[in-house]
């Protein structure tokens, strides 16, 4: 039996007030840029709620002329989605997320709080998923967040979240096709062990934006922080070891072969148009929390 050195998700103090200091800034930043887009926000399904000054960098045609002509200074129309936006976000459970310190899982909990933190500020509605069906109860989401009052329940749900080498991971959460047909952004959040770029064929769609986010432990990144002259590796799904020594050419092989994965993994994503980025569980979330969110 494989004991994992982290399976469990532990909310440090001050975690929410990161998240309520996080959430407001970095969904200003987003409706910023896409304010500056132009044509999105022209489009259907906006409405007018009011203007505020001229900033560098607006979108010229959202300039209030008439408003320019009598007052002698620009105004632009500030636009929201009349119907919330659909997102979902889904964190990886399988055995190998529980590998650590600090633990995969952990750190995926707190990014997939962080985004729905901002899609909520957005007006979003937003689906947080586990990779395991035995957990939810099937196609059903871990919780719908409505609301930023919601993200106590959400808090709640994901601290309870456990990593275990007989859950399903990503592979088998894509098969299920359990997202939602709405979302209009899906969020994937794991170490992408058990998956294939094209696994996520049945998740994208037109109209929907595919993010894929790895999260790796430090020694998985580079095996030399280990400062061991061996190391013995265990597979937390398959329950099988091997004692391998940390030689030179070991590391190196080692590195060339996990540049190779990753390199590979990204051209898979983005022949599918999806977003990728890759992190070490030691890194703040908001690290890479804005990274998933191109901010």
């Given at each position: 039996?494989?004991?994992?050195?982290?399976?469990?998700?532990?909310?440090?103090?001050?975690?929410?007030?990161?998240?309520?200091?996080?959430?407001?800034?970095?969904?200003?930043?987003?409706?910023?840029?896409?304010?500056?887009?132009?044509?999105?926000?022209?489009?259907?399904?906006?409405?007018?709620?009011?203007?505020?000054?001229?900033?560098?960098?607006?979108?010229?045609?959202?300039?209030?002329?008439?408003l320019l002509a009598r007052e002698d200074r620009p105004w632009v129309r500030v636009l929201h989605r009349e119907a919330a936006e659909r997102w979902a976000i889904v964190v990886d459970v399988s055995g190998s997320m529980g590998v650590g310190p600090p633990g995969k899982l952990q750190s995926a909990a707190e990014v997939a709080l962080a985004l729905a933190a901002v899609a909520v500020r957005a007006r979003a509605v937003v689906s947080l998923h586990l990779t395991?069906?035995?957990?939810?109860?099937?196609?059903?989401?871990?919780?719908?967040?409505?609301?930023?009052?919601?993200?106590?329940?959400?808090?709640?749900?994901?601290?309870?979240?456990?990593?275990?080498?007989?859950?399903?991971?990503?592979?088998?959460?894509?098969?299920?096709?359990?997202?939602?047909?709405?979302?209009?952004?899906?969020?994937?959040?794991?170490?992408?062990?058990?998956?294939?770029?094209?696994?996520?064929?049945?998740?994208?769609?037109?109209?929907?934006?595919?993010?894929?986010?790895?999260?790796?432990?430090?020694?998985?990144?580079?095996?030399?922080?280990?400062?061991?002259?061996?190391?013995?590796?265990?597979?937390?799904?398959?329950?099988?070891?091997?004692?391998?020594?940390?030689?030179?050419?070991?590391?190196?092989?080692?590195?060339?072969?996990?540049?190779?994965?990753?390199?590979?993994?990204?051209?898979?994503?983005?022949?599918?148009?999806?977003?990728?980025?890759?992190?070490?569980?030691?890194?703040?979330?908001?690290?890479?929390?804005?990274?998933?969110?191109?901010?």
């Amino acid at each position: 039996m494989v004991l994992l050195q982290a399976p469990r998700v532990v909310f440090p103090p001050g975690f929410m007030r990161r998240i309520e200091l996080f959430a407001p800034r970095v969904a200003a930043l987003r409706e910023r840029r896409e304010g500056a887009g132009g044509a999105r926000l022209e489009g259907a399904g906006l409405e007018f709620v009011g203007r505020r000054p001229y900033r560098p960098g607006d979108d010229p045609r959202r300039i209030d002329w008439e408003l320019l002509a009598r007052e002698d200074r620009p105004w632009v129309r500030v636009l929201h989605r009349e119907a919330a936006e659909r997102w979902a976000i889904v964190v990886d459970v399988s055995g190998s997320m529980g590998v650590g310190p600090p633990g995969k899982l952990q750190s995926a909990a707190e990014v997939a709080l962080a985004l729905a933190a901002v899609a909520v500020r957005a007006r979003a509605v937003v689906s947080l998923h586990l990779t395991d069906g035995s957990v939810l109860g099937g196609r059903a989401p871990l919780v719908l967040l409505r609301r930023t009052g919601d993200l106590a329940r959400a808090v709640q749900m994901l601290g309870a979240a456990v990593a275990r080498p007989a859950a399903a991971g990503l592979a088998a959460f894509a098969a299920r096709r359990a997202v939602p047909m709405e979302a209009a952004h899906v969020v994937l959040l794991g170490d992408l062990f058990d998956v294939t770029p094209a696994d996520f064929a049945s998740l994208a769609r037109p109209g929907r934006t595919l993010t894929v986010g790895r999260v790796l432990a430090p020694f998985e990144l580079e095996p030399a922080e280990l400062r061991f002259a061996s190391a013995r590796f265990v597979d937390p799904e398959g329950d099988t070891a091997a004692s391998v020594r940390l030689e030179p050419t070991v590391l190196a092989e080692y590195r060339r072969l996990l540049e190779q994965e990753l390199e590979g993994f990204a051209r898979g994503l983005a022949r599918r148009r999806a977003r990728h980025h890759v992190w070490r569980s030691d890194a703040a979330f908001e690290v890479p929390a804005r990274a998933l969110l191109e901010v």
